[in-house]
Each structure stands twice: as structure tokens, then as C-alpha cells.
């Protein structure tokens, strides 16, 4: 019985020989059980072109006073927002190419590219001399890394409908965790000929460049998952897919299985939209905005977060150590780990991926303007609010751009969707090169006025992070927002 159940499935679509994109579909389709070997690799990818992204954050306060750029200490975040848009500049500029060629050559050979380019320009950095090697190397990281475009097609095509949730899902708890354990390893790997100078001598390597540990060791990580990516499959199609596609193929069998019909008036609808501008395409370029808004809010948060813990507590800061804040994004990224891996795909099949948003959004606002009051504690009540007030906004803030991650795959066909997830990497990218410039010049005014009337010091700074967060909420609303049926 098996057998021919097997034999029906595959019968039931026209596949081609030497096509990788219909060996995929031919497991996916004949596969049962939960699907451990492809949310492995799904993670590990996107955890390695994470890592980089805000790993600098706890020592780059310290990185620019050491280049000697700063004239004051009140302008050390001034600088430091620039070398920290410069990643997000070069992959603004680069995100739709690699988008077009994942979709013409395939994503395994984008995703190669990007591990690579990640081991070498990282390691780079983390060399630096001066101000402007920093931001060209950040640059060039930035430039090449194409792979959270590539990796949410991979993953949205790897996976069965029924574990879309669980593919998007993986993608930002990996992402988020690699956005806090990133500055951990920063934080707890920076100038290591300071703090364990019984390990690296100030005559080593380690001694004369203070923050290549941290950088040497995302590298090493992301060679390794180089060599792993050398055996994931390929899931292009390298032929014109039939008008009737694959998930579509094996829900009619189900419905037919149980003597019911299904409809097959998706597929000259499906042919339509994939013939459609996506610039058109409304329910796609409205969620790449609100996904925007929010990922302009994520960045901002992070550098401001790692700029207010190393600030001096005579400006509103907690005057925290580099290993302090490594601690407190080491524990954020456990609870976020635990968060979106048992709690977020129940929390989505239950509301959907719009009002986890919508929720999300709604309750960091209060959580973020505590902050201020969270400096004025000390001693035991500032470690513990403090950790639950991060574990909660990065677990809130993964939820909320997760959510919108799903309604972009949702929105186009295969064919297209390098090419979206390429847009929507351009467009985020803009949105986070304003991020670290806008929050480091913001922070850095705010110091400047402690003793205002109007919201002083840091309050202003939560303040700017709220409103984004609130202009984010309001888009996910009809008319703006609209989204299309399961695909």
C-alpha cells in the first residue's frame, strides 16, 4: 500500500531528469516526519552571515577611541554609526544582483559565495589600523553578503507547507541569535591581552590587533559551515516549471486519497501572478515595508543598546565592561533560542503571522521606555531587569519581522522568489545603513542634552526607538498591509 501511495505521488506530477529543483520535490514529497537534517543547515547558514553583522557592537566604542578619530567621548558615537552603516551600505547596493543570479544559477552557489566572503572580509576587520580600513572592510562584508535573501527562498522551497512556519521561523530565531550572540562573542573575546593575559601575551597577535579574536573565530565558523554547504541540495528548477506546482500537485492527491476533490483553479492564477511586476505586487512590496520599518528599529536598538552599556553612567549609561554586555546578550539569546524554536510556530498557527506582529510591536513600546530607569538601579535589580527587558525586546522583535518574512514568500512564485527576497535585502539595507548612522548621531546628541526639559539624555533616545516601532505597528493595518491566501 505504501508503495503505490508512493508511486501515485510521484505519477501524479511530471518530473524532469537531472533537474535538482524536482529531487527536491520528490523528497519533500515522499518524506515523512519532521525535517531535522534541512532546519539544521537552514540554521547554521544563517547564524554564520548573522554573526558579523553586530558583533562589533560591544567593542566598537572602545575600537574608534583606540583609532584616535574621536576628539571627545561625546563623539565616539558619532563615528562609530558610520562604520557600523557601512556593512548595511554595501549590501543595499548589491542585495537584488545576487537575487537575480540565485534565481538564473541557483542558490547553493550564492550561498557558497557568501560563507567564503564572510571568513575573509570579517578576518579582515578585525585587523584594522585606522577609521577608514574599518569602513571599507565592513563595506566589502556587506557587499558580498548575499545570503539572508538567498537562504529565505532556500528555505521557504526546502520545506513542506506544513513546516513553512517552523523554515521561516528558523531563519529569524537564527538571524536573532546570531544578532546577540554575535556582540556576545564581541563582547567576551575583544582585547583578550587585557583580560586573560595569561592566555595572549601583548606581544601576540592578539595583543597588537585588540579585536581580531572575535573576528577570527566568526571566520573560522563560517569556514566550516563552507565545507557543510558543499553537501545541501539545490532546489532551482533549470527547467520551465509546469503551471501547476508541486504543493499544489500533492494536496490534490491528499484530497482525492480521502474521495474529495480540489480545486486546480490556482494554477492559471498562479501563471498571472508570476508573469506580474513585482514592483506591482502589492501584498509583497507592502510587507517588505513594514519589514523594513521594523528591521530599521532592530538595528537602532542593537547599536544603541551596546553604546548606552558602554556609555558612562555621568551621561545615562551603565558604564558596563565589554564581557558585561557579552553576558547580558549571551542570556537574551538563550531565551530567544527557546522562544522561537517551542513558543513562535504555535503563537503563529494560532494568530497568524500578522497579528504575532501586531502584538509584538505593541508590547515593546513599554518595555523600551523603561530603559532609562532600568541606568538609575544598581546591584542585583539592574542585572535582572535589564536581562529580562533584552530577553523580551529581541524575542518580541524577532517575532514581529518573522511574521513578515512568511507573507513575502507567501506573495510570489518559485521563479520569483530570488528576485523578491533580493528586493526586500536592498530595501532593508537602506533602512539599515540609516539605522547605525542615525542612531550613533542620536545617541551622541542625546549626551549632550542631560539636563533638557523635554525628554533628557537617553529617554530621548527610547523615545526615537518607540516611535519606529510604533509607525511599524500602524502599517500592518488594511489598506495598507494586505496579504495573500496560504500558497
Known sequence: MAEEYKEALLENHKYHDGCPGCKVEQMKQLRRGYPYLELSFVWIIVLSTSLPISSLYPFLYYMIDDFGVAKTEKDIGFYAGFVGCSFMLGRALTSVFWGIVADRYGRKPIIL???????IFNALFGLSVNFWMAIGTRFLLGSFNCLLGTMKAYASEIFRDEYQATAMSAVSTAW????????????????????YPNVFSQESIFGRFRYALPCFTISAFALLVTVLCCFIPETLHNHKQDSTSHDESYEILEAGSHESTASTGKAGKN??????????????MSSIFVYCVLCLHDTAYSEIFALWANSPRKYGGLSYSTN??????????LGLFFFQVFVYPFAEKL?????????????????????????????LSLSLMLNCASILINVLSVSAITGLLILQNRAVDQSQRGAANGIAMTAMSLFKTVGPAGAGI??????????AAFLPGSHMVFFVLNVIVVVGVALTFKPFLTTTARR
Open 113 to 119: 559565495l557568501g560563507t567564503i566572503s564572510i571568513a
Open 176 to 195: 536573532g541569535i546570531g544578532l546577540i550572540i554575535g556582540p556576545a562573542l564581541g563582547g567576551f573575546l575583544a582585547q583578550p591581552a587585557d583580560k
Open 271 to 284: 501563471d498571472r501572478k508570476a508573469s506580474q511586476s513585482l514592483l506591482k505586487n502589492w501584498p509583497l
Open 324 to 333: 558585561d554586555v557579552g553576558t547580558v546578550l549571551a542570556i537574551s539569546g
Open 351 to 379: 494568530l497568524g503571522p500578522v497579528l504575532v506582529t501586531r502584538f509584538a510591536g505593541a508590547l515593546m513600546i513599554p518595555i523600551q521606555m523603561s530603559y532609562p530607569f532600568i541606568a538609575d538601579m544598581s546591584g
Open 442 to 451: 542620536l545617541f551622541s546628541w542625546s549626551e549632550r542634552r542631560l539636563n
